[in-house]
């Protein structure tokens, strides 16, 4: 993987911001959904805080978007700052332009069709000021249209704040983009988002970031962020079918390199290959047979035991 794959394709900084040393950004990479990006960006300006934050836009085109640097300069905000790549750089090349255009200490992505609440920044900064985890996640709900939002704020189940470890991660990708904090230095670090690896670039980081940095948090105390299932590639059933593809050959690396006996790392591969062929048999509307209804009694234990085992109930 190369963070700095694209340097050769330049981009133009159309709007600056007046933000001096945020504690985080707000990476917002977007392309051609200026009407889109408006109710992402108006979520990100109207936060209930006192950090200092900043709102990096990074416009995935080479083509003029007069309507979306319209869009962005009547949000009229000192936070935003503006770029306009000379070329598409693929999806997760313009996340790593991002990384490297913020400012901030800690860094979250913010899809440019996704929201978050007002509280989204000062219970990010709590948890930043009163623990010392490197990664964080803050609970989102799925929804399609901004008319469902105020049934699932009045319906969520409200759970604990609890501490997460690699095992967790191995089994699924534990987490979502938005709401997902980390550390800019490390992530760039580590090579950023593998491009070679969509869909899952962004579980192959947070893997291979947890590894090296130990637990992380879930806050799933709220919701803090909404992420839009509706028109969103990753709800197709060809990127369901790659993110099952990649996401197994990730689980696959990390298990081999995991300083555990040969017979653990046998069960967790079995374990993951279950998992996987559950998601796979979803996709494709197959029935389960007795034995693989068999196996997945053995995963549920086997799931109920990594939860049991490495619970930790944290208090913030």
Not at 16 to 39: A, G, H
Not at 44 to 72: C, G, H, R
Not at 175 to 189: D, E, L, P
Not at 298 to 314: C, V
Request: aromatic share 10%.
């Amino acid at each position: 993987m190369d963070i700095n794959k694209h340097d050769n394709i330049g981009y133009n900084e159309i709007i600056q911001s007046s933000v001096n040393t945020p504690l985080i950004s707000i990476i917002i990479p977007t392309y051609r959904r200026p009407f889109k990006v408006r109710k992402a960006i108006i979520s990100a300006i109207q936060q209930d805080t006192n950090t200092n934050y900043e709102i990096v836009i990074v416009e995935n085109t080479s083509d003029k978007s007069p309507e979306t640097e319209a869009v962005i300069r009547s949000c009229k905000s000192d936070r935003i700052s503006y770029y306009q790549n000379h070329d598409n750089i693929g999806m997760f090349g313009n996340w790593n332009r991002g990384l490297r255009l913020a400012k901030s200490e800690w860094v979250t992505i913010l899809c440019d069709d996704d929201l978050i609440e007002n509280d989204f920044i000062s219970r990010a900064t709590h948890i930043i000021k009163r623990t010392s985890y490197r990664f964080f996640c803050l609970k989102n709900e799925i929804f399609s249209k901004e008319d469902d939002l105020h049934h699932i704020r009045n319906n969520t189940f409200k759970q604990h704040v609890r501490e997460k470890n690699k095992f967790h991660m191995l089994l699924s990708n534990q987490t979502s983009t938005v709401g997902n904090f980390y550390k800019r230095s490390i992530a760039i670090a580590l090579g950023g988002f593998d491009e070679s690896l969509y869909p899952s670039s962004d579980y192959d980081l947070y893997l291979r970031y947890i590894n090296t940095e130990g637990p992380y948090l879930i806050d799933r105390s709220k919701s803090y962020g909404y992420f839009r299932m509706e028109g969103n590639t990753s709800s197709e059933i060809k990127v369901q079918f790659d993110f099952c593809k990649k996401d197994l050959i990730l689980q696959k690396k990390c298990i081999n390199n995991l300083k555990i006996n040969v017979l653990k790392k046998r069960l967790m591969l079995s374990i993951i290959k279950v998992a996987n062929r559950k998601r796979l048999q979803k996709l494709n509307h197959q029935k389960k047979s007795l034995l693989f209804k068999l196996e997945l009694i053995i995963l549920s234990f086997y799931t109920g035991m990594i939860n049991f085992l490495y619970k930790k109930k944290i208090n913030i």
